[in-house]
């Protein structure tokens, strides 16, 4: 299990971790918005020969073309096996920048610097790493763990508020799985005011907690999927076009649909659902879209890793704070959920 360091000074700790690992090189991967608002506060304390590459940002620019630019960039530095990658960046850099360690000569070390809400309370802990293929997000991949994972609220300053909430939803949903208590305290009006480093910590224990019992998803891992299979298959669908979803704005969508196949299919109440739909309106509103825009999204749900055979399996809530998992859910049932969701009133 990787180590995660909570840091108020990311500068001087990250220069403390440096001092304390041997390395050949030093290679730092950004993307264009991390090279602008991020980099600046870490680059007088990395070595001089140290590499830096950044990459266009956002979730369409995780694929396999991508990562031919890090490789190139990687050979052209002469990285060897000693050297150490460095990722700064929200998760779409950190699961392809560890990915693209974790390939290049059969593996180089790296250490992961999350700078989004999202990337700090999910993608920084549990060893995932890939890129999107073929439109499937995630499609290529492996586990690998990074040396070690530093985390500052420093770099949500420059955060905007579309990032922020987004990050936000995997805060709930840490809540909605694992502890009640927890989703109860969290605010929903005037959500964006909090100690968030309290919070972080937090999801990143109950995501810790989740990942040590069950390193490579074989079963209780997958609770950390809730929201996932139907969310994830908004985002990829409307990935491209103009009503572009930013991840967390997609699982939300995705936890209200699987709360209520929670409710028909397993001991979820009513009064427990009418909460998570209350929370997540409030929250991120509304998602308007097409008829048409069904069976596409279905189809997604299909490609799901999750799913056995021909069998899709979801993650879903007996109560708030308890979530199970494999359950079978059709492709009838899908399509009411999102229905359901389609047909919601905002109060």
Known sequence: MDSVIFSNSIASDLEKVLASISFSKLFVLTDQNTEKHCLPKLKKIFPSGTSFKSVAPGEKNKNLSTCSEIWSAM?????????????????????????????????????????????????????????????????????????????????????????????????????????????????????????????????????????????????LRKILNFGHTIGHAFESHFLDGPKHLLHGEAIAIGMICEAFLSHKKLSLGSEELNVIITSFLSIYGKFDFLESDLEPIINLCLQDKKNEGAVLMFSLLNKIGDCTYNIPVSRSEIKEAIHYYKNLKLS
């Not at 096996?81 to 920048?97: A, C, E, P, Q």
């Not at 073929?134 to 500052?152: A, C, D, Q, R, W």
């Open 75 to 219: 050979t052209a530095a002469s990285l060897d096996r000693k050297s150490l990658f460095i990722n700064i960046g929200g998760g779409v850099i950190g699961d392809m920048g560890g990915f693209c360690a974790s390939i290049y000569k059969r593996g180089i070390r790296f250490i992961n610097i999350p700078t989004t809400l999202l990337s700090q309370v999910d993608a920084s802990v549990g060893g995932k790493l890939g890129v999107d293929f073929e439109g499937l997000k995630n499609h290529l991949g492996t586990f690998n763990e990074p040396e070690t994972v530093m985390i500052s609220t420093e770099f949500l300053e420059s955060l905007p508020h579309e990032e922020l909430r987004s990050g936000y939803a995997e805060i709930i949903k840490h809540g909605l799985i694992r502890d009640k208590a927890y989703f109860e305290n969290l605010k929903i009006e005037h959500w964006e005011n909090q100690a968030w480093m309290e919070l972080i910590r937090h999801s990143v224990g109950i995501k810790k907690e989740v990942v040590l019992a069950d390193p490579k998803e074989a079963g």
